[in-house]
Every structure is written in C-alpha cells, then in structure tokens.
C-alpha cells in the first residue's frame, strides 16, 4: 500500500477521507434528484423496489457511516479529543434537529425522525469504545451487517408508524463506521491517488460536506418545484 507524500497537502487533512466524502455527496445529490424527479412525476422511478434504487441509497448511507468511522480514528488517534467531538455532536444534532423540524412542518406525513445526520450522532457515540480496537470493531460490525444482508434481521430501534423520508437505522449502520475504524486502522487513508482536478474537485465537496448536504435538497426541491407551478400555469 503506498502513502501520500507528507507535501501533497497543505494540511493534515486526509486526502483519502475528504474525496471519499466529496463522491458520496455527488452519489447522494444524484439520488436526491432522482428521488425528487419522481416525487413530482417528471420521471417515473421505483425507488422504493428496483434493486438499483434500493441499493444505491444504502451504498451512499455505508459511505458516509465508513467515513465517519476512519474520520474519529484518525481524529483521536492520540487519546479522545472530547472538547471538538461534542462541539461537532452539538452542531449534528443541532441541524438534526432542524431537520426534523422543518419536515414536521411541511411534509407532516414523511417527516424525518431519525435521519442521517441523527444516525451519524448516534453511531458516532456508539463507535468510541471501539477507537483502539480495529479487531472487534470489524467482528461486531459484520456481525450487524451479516444478518442484515442473508437473513433482513437488524436489532430493533425506535420507528414510528408512518414512513419518513429518511430513516437510517444505528442497527446495522454502525457497522459501516466499525469497519471504517478498522480499515483506518490499517492505513486506508494514506491509500495513493493522483491528486489531479477531479480528486481536488472531491476533496472541495467533502471539506463542505456538511453544508452541501444541508442545502442540496431544498434547492433541488425547491428548483422543480418552481418548474412544475410553471409548467402548470
């Protein structure tokens, strides 16, 4: 495996984890508008059955879920840095929140309870004892996603009766971000790339991953939105 040289970037920053971010954001944009697209009949998506519309949604949530695993051990890879791990969970469950909030209002009957950015709390919590222990990280998170995948079993959560927009369970995706602890364990963020316009491009969408994901679909829903009240003025 070959490493990053230390002058390819200006910060300590992983090149590795910030481009993976920016392509599950792009993947994530994608689905969104894809998903809105069909909301407003436009196109006509099965994004509900169609193995690819089922699939591609869980391939982005494992990203993010394994980006934040390999993002808290190379965070804390010197002892727990507990004053910036509970500002960056404060400010997640202050825009969870928000979320929330903001569905509650206006999609009452899809609103989101326990959404991505609640999972990414959630799971980032559960995933600390298992900083310094790669091993166990990765038994307990096949040990999720196993079951899950052979036998569609996952340990209960809280699930409210109507059907949110956006429910990720911490059972089985914190799986995702136990096993993104052992694959940062054994150096997956020194992993060598060319450092080219498209990687740069990736590395920009995942230093702003949070804000793009906060403003992406309220432009994209917003957008079509405006493009169907004209078309059917």
Same mark, same amino acid.
């Given at each position: 495996?070959?490493? @990053?040289?230390?002058?390819?970037?200006?910060?300590?920053?992983?090149?590795?984890?910030?481009?993976?971010?920016?392509?599950?954001?792009?993947?994530?944009?994608?689905?969104?508008?894809?998903?809105?697209?069909?909301?407003?009949?436009?196109?006509?998506?099965?994004?509900?059955?169609?193995?690819?519309? &089922?699939?591609?949604?869980?391939?982005?949530?494992?990203?993010?879920?394994?980006?934040?695993?390999?993002?808290?051990?190379?965070?804390?890879?010197?002892?727990?840095?507990?004053?910036?791990?509970?500002?960056r969970i404060l400010l997640l469950?202050?825009?969870?929140?928000?979320?929330?909030?903001?569905?509650?209002?206006?999609?009452?009957?899809?609103?989101? &309870?326990?959404?991505?950015?609640?999972?990414?709390?959630?799971?980032?919590?559960?995933?600390?004892?298992?900083?310094?222990?790669?091993?166990?990280?990765?038994?307990?998170?096949?040990?999720?996603?196993?079951?899950?995948?052979?036998?569609?079993?996952?340990?209960?959560?809280?699930?409210?009766?109507?059907?949110?927009?956006?429910?990720?369970? /911490?059972? /089985?995706?914190?799986?995702?971000?136990?096993?993104?602890?052992?694959?940062?364990?054994?150096?997956?963020?020194?992993?060598?790339?060319?450092?080219?316009?498209? @990687?740069?491009?990736?590395?920009?969408?995942g230093r702003h991953s949070l804000?793009?994901?906060? @403003?992406?679909?309220?432009?994209l829903f917003g957008c079509l939105?405006?493009?169907?009240?004209?078309?059917?003025?």
């Amino acid at each position: 495996m070959k490493e @990053i040289k230390q002058n390819s970037s200006p910060s300590d920053r992983s090149l590795f984890l910030d481009a993976l971010r920016g392509f599950t954001v792009v993947l994530m944009i994608i689905f969104h508008f894809s998903f809105d697209l069909d909301h407003f009949g436009i196109v006509s998506f099965d994004v509900i059955h169609a193995p690819f519309w &089922y699939f591609f949604p869980r391939l982005i949530v494992f990203l993010f879920l394994f980006a934040v695993g390999v993002a808290l051990t190379l965070a804390h890879k010197n002892g727990i840095k507990w004053r910036p791990f509970w500002k960056r969970i404060l400010l997640l469950v202050f825009w969870a929140a928000v979320i929330s909030l903001v569905t509650f209002k206006f999609f009452p009957e899809n609103w989101i &309870y326990f959404g991505t950015l609640h999972s990414i709390v959630v799971c980032s919590l559960m995933s600390l004892p298992f900083l310094k222990r790669p091993k166990e990280a990765l038994a307990v998170g096949l040990c999720l996603f196993i079951p899950s995948i052979v036998w569609d079993y996952n340990l209960p959560w809280l699930q409210l009766p109507h059907e949110s927009w956006d429910y990720i369970s /911490p059972f /089985p995706w914190v799986g995702a971000s136990l096993i993104g602890i052992f694959a940062a364990h054994k150096g997956i963020h020194r992993l060598d790339f060319p450092n080219n316009r498209l @990687i740069k491009s990736l590395n920009y969408l995942g230093r702003h991953s949070l804000f793009i994901y906060l @403003i992406h679909q309220p432009i994209l829903f917003g957008c079509l939105m405006l493009v169907m009240k004209i078309i059917r003025s």
